[in-house]
């Protein structure tokens, strides 16, 4: 189970429409993965595992689709959160 939560990128969320609601994303690392023609989480699983990368499991992963392009599963920038290491 999981929410998907349709987002604009706003200059601030002081001003909310009714039925709406406001939402951070905090600033944060992540992997980006984009393909036309393979699941693009499972390229990023398979990245993340030959990198030894590890996914932050307490942020969200973002799914970015352009406005004006064919809308499908496949055809989203797909940002990956990742740990940040300390060198």
Do not use: W
Request: net charge negative; proline share 5%; with cysteine.
């Amino acid at each position: 189970m999981f929410t998907y939560i349709y987002c604009m990128e706003v200059e601030g969320i002081s001003d909310i429409p009714n039925g709406m609601i406001g939402f951070h994303v905090p600033s944060q690392r992540y992997i980006k993965v984009r393909s036309l023609d393979q699941d693009p989480y499972a390229i990023s699983q398979k990245y993340l595992k030959e990198t030894g990368i590890e996914n932050n499991i307490k942020s969200l992963a973002l799914e970015v689709f352009k406005f004006g392009e064919e809308q499908h599963f496949n055809n989203a920038d797909i940002y990956i959160p990742i740990v940040e290491r300390i060198l």
